[in-house]
């Protein structure tokens, strides 16, 4: 690093999990205080061998690795936000096609998808996302009972992102 100061926070973005890992891999050892963050839950992130690379790493995503108990009735979690997606995608579409498909009062594929925040931690991904919006009940994602959440850590994942787009400019 030019300056020798050292970022307090690094992005890695890109499409295959196992990029972003090897990416993180060299990036660790080198910045061990730094948090890092990226985008797209994979459950690849928290598999006990790769679970020293990406313990802690945060990672926003639409979608986590299963819907409400609802929508996802008996179905395992996916292996990826794309996955839930495409099932949740696929549900509205049946929902649209037959209206007695589901209860009429859980409308929800009307409802406005917000990025949820993710970190991944010894058993699995923790949902860490704070927000006026975060468990209602017309939504698709699982309610959460509990919030284990560090405003520090969401303050800094924000800096962070607003920091890469603004270099994303440049």
């Known amino acids: 690093f030019v300056s020798n100061v050292l970022p ?6 890109g499409v295959d999990p196992f990029d972003k890992m090897m990416l993180i891999s ?18 690849r992130y928290f598999h006990s061998k790769d679970l020293p690379i990406t ?4 990672v926003a995503s639409h979608f986590g690795l299963s819907l409400r ?9 996916f292996r990826d936000c794309y996955q839930t997606a495409n099932f949740f995608a696929t549900l509205c579409v049946i929902n649209e096609m037959d209206q007695n498909a589901f209860d009429p009062k859980f409308n929800f ?23 006026p919006k975060l468990n209602t009940k017309n939504g698709p ?14 303050l800094s994942f924000v800096l962070a992102v607003l920091i890469s787009l603004a270099f994303m400019d440049s």
């Open 141 to 154: 994602h699982p309610i959460r009972e509990f919030v284990d959440f560090s405003l520090w850590k969401f």
């Open 109 to 131: 594929c009307s409802y406005e998808l917000h990025p949820r925040i993710f970190e991944i931690g010894n058993s699995g991904a923790i949902d860490i996302t704070d927000g």
């Open 26 to 43: 060299g990036i660790k050892p080198k910045l061990p205080r730094a948090i890092i963050y990226s985008v797209d839950l994979d459950a």
């Open 69 to 77: 108990p609802e929508l996802q009735k008996s179905l395992p979690p």
């Open 55 to 58: 313990k802690n790493l945060i």
């Open 8 to 13: 307090d926070s690094v992005g890695v973005f």
